[in-house]
């Protein structure tokens, strides 16, 4: 992989010609009627020579070298660190000792991996996810259950949750998800590419550092809710705006959960007595009323000094509405679930573990990081797809850095990712853009709760995403039979396609058309690859992605100075986020095309 910049046009040298392309997608219901759908404009550089070095790139710099290259994009983890997953059928033993008085669980792995552990000197080992439940037979008698077990269980315990599950999805056992921890000053890059190459790792990454997805609070006093009135709201909430029986997770800093316009909305869990010093549901946590703090691992989720942005996001999702009393959520009524966390992998999977086994419904997740092909996240991915196959819908934001490079978590799959637009209903400046963006929200200048009884005006894709959370509890509680797929094609299938001057997904959501939906559309159509002012090789097809829905779908091209349109291609099938064709920039002449 190269480390260059790819925002930086010096690298395009000489280029040889410009496209300016158009797409034009026909649709068709039976019986057979060709509908235009939407016509969109590109432009396109195409060069004609790579740099040598990008074939020369070595995986083993790959790390260092992008932090280096791009110290504003740069990506931190944790020193000594390793999230590995082991496959499913290697041999691991865990024992269980008692050293010094403490509890320890001890793990033996293939004899491969074993030699990798003392090679390195590994400090220690810890499963992230735990594999070994108890609970009560019918008789009340302890049982022991394994992971998949214990998803059947909460599938069981949470059945409105279980019927948006979509179909065929299964459940991985994710219990093979472990941490390990080395002297802080052992090369990361050595770390991985030597546990890269057992066949019994399936992957491996740094335990990465996330950060939130903020810019610096404006003046409290200034602005109103717009974000409201963009999305056509007040229309949505004459449809619904009670969505109390759905549990929002919100991951980050911890929220202040007495704050008055948020107490009434804030999640309790009704499974634990409160204060008797019990674990009375057996979920691993004692007393966890309101949540839990897994950095400081005890019961309370309320921020720290300093910690604001947890309870800005949750204003966003749930400030009580029509109370009479500061702002209103886009949703009116919800059950909002606290979860604070130290922003690495491993306390995001832990905390995604908990919003999963204690019945969250939508999980919000406004913090990312940017990832380099093979060290993405693929373990939060894991427990991502594990949400999803349980019927939960994610949520996460694209960025604030104005560029399409991947961040993650919001260029996962199986989630929502999203952009900002602000109040005259644009991109916003700071907000990321790319064909991984799913879908944009009203992000700039959103007037919210703020720690103290107080409020703020706030900018970034952190008070995006939450806005469609938000709606995503609502077009749950509206509509209990759709899956957790069918939520995210309705968010994301009935946003308003607004001028824009870089692709942010489908468009700015539409509450008032989500409620409205009765599932996903029959006809649909949008391009999310190639994107405006992109550069684009001439010596590779140009793949051109996006959705189609509909029994029937064209893509035809032309040079703008003919009338004939060209065949491309044709199918009788529905692509959602795939191929929709490809063209062969070969076999074209300088000019200005439309497709």
Not at 75 to 89: E, F, M, P, R, V
Not at 290 to 319: L, Q, R
Not at 507 to 529: C, E, S, W
């Amino acid at each position: 992989m190269s480390c260059r910049d790819p925002l930086d046009k010096s690298f395009f040298h000489s280029p040889k010609k410009i496209i300016f392309l158009s797409l034009f997608v026909i649709i068709a219901m039976t019986p057979v009627v060709y509908l235009f759908f939407s016509k969109y404009r590109f432009r396109f550089s195409l060069n004609t020579s790579r740099a040598s070095s990008d074939k020369n790139q070595s995986a083993d710099s790959e790390l260092v070298g992008i932090n280096e290259k791009f110290p504003n994009l740069a990506s931190k983890y944790a020193d000594g660190q390793l999230i590995i997953k082991i496959k499913d059928g290697s041999d691991i033993t865990e024992t269980k000792e008692t050293v010094n008085g403490e509890k320890v669980t001890k793990f033996k792995g293939p004899d491969s991996l074993e030699k990798l552990h003392k090679k390195y000197s590994l400090k220690k080992i810890e499963r992230i996810i735990n594999n070994e439940y108890t609970s009560a037979d019918e008789n009340g008698n302890s049982v022991s259950l394994d992971f998949k077990q214990k998803a059947e269980q909460i599938k069981n315990k949470y059945p409105k949750r279980a019927k948006r599950t979509p179909k065929d999805s299964k459940i991985k056992d994710l219990s093979n998800i472990f941490l390990l921890k080395f002297d802080k000053d052992t090369p990361i890059e050595d770390l991985i590419n030597d546990y890269k190459k057992d066949k019994n790792i399936e992957y491996v990454e740094p335990n990465w550092i996330f950060t939130p997805d903020d810019t610096a609070p404006n003046d409290p006093k200034f602005g109103n809710q717009y974000s409201h009135q963009k999305t056509q709201a007040a229309k949505a909430w004459d449809i619904r705006h009670d969505a109390s029986d759905i549990v929002v997770a919100i991951i980050g800093q911890g929220i202040d959960y007495n704050h008055p316009d948020l107490a009434a909305n804030i999640w309790s869990n009704p499974y634990e007595i409160p204060g008797n010093g019990i674990d009375d549901d057996g979920n691993g946590y004692i007393d966890d009323i309101k949540g839990w703090d897994f950095y400081s691992n005890d019961n309370n989720p309320a921020p720290e000094n300093g910690e604001v942005h947890e309870t800005e996001v949750a204003g966003v999702i749930g400030s009580v509405g029509n109370n009479a009393v500061g702002v209103s959520g886009i949703s009116w009524k919800v059950k909002m679930m606290p979860l604070r966390m130290n922003y690495t992998t491993e306390n995001i999977i832990t905390a995604l573990t908990y919003a999963y086994e204690n019945g969250a419904d939508v999980v919000n997740m406004s913090f990312g990081h940017y990832g380099y092909d093979q060290y993405w996240d693929a373990a939060i991915q894991d427990l991502v797809n594990l949400c999803a196959s349980g019927g939960m819908v994610v949520v996460a934001t694209a960025g604030n850095d104005s560029t399409d490079n991947k961040r993650y978590p919001g260029a996962l799959e199986n989630l929502i990712g999203v952009a900002s637009t602000d109040s005259s209903d644009v991109r916003s400046v700071f907000s990321n853009w790319g064909s991984w963006v799913d879908v944009a929200a009203p992000g700039s200048s959103i007037l919210t709760t703020s720690p103290g009884s107080s409020y703020t005006t706030a900018s970034g894709t952190s008070f995006a995403a939450p806005y469609v959370a938000g709606l995503a509890a609502l077009v749950m509680a509206q509509n209990p039979d759709f899956d957790s797929t069918t939520i995210r094609n309705v968010i994301e299938y009935t946003a308003d396609k607004i001028q824009t001057d870089l692709p942010i997904g489908s468009g700015r959501i539409n509450a008032f058309k989500a409620l409205q939906a009765t599932g996903t559309p029959d006809l649909f159509a949008l391009i999310k690859y190639p994107v405006t002012n992109s550069m684009v090789d001439p010596f590779q097809p140009l793949k051109i992605t996006g959705t189609a829905l509909g029994i029937r779908y064209n893509v035809k091209y032309k040079s703008v100075s003919e009338t004939t349109w060209r065949d491309l291609a044709s199918h009788n099938i529905s692509v959602i986020d795939g191929e929709l064709a490809t063209l062969n920039l070969d076999n074209l002449t300088d000019g200005t095309y439309e497709v």
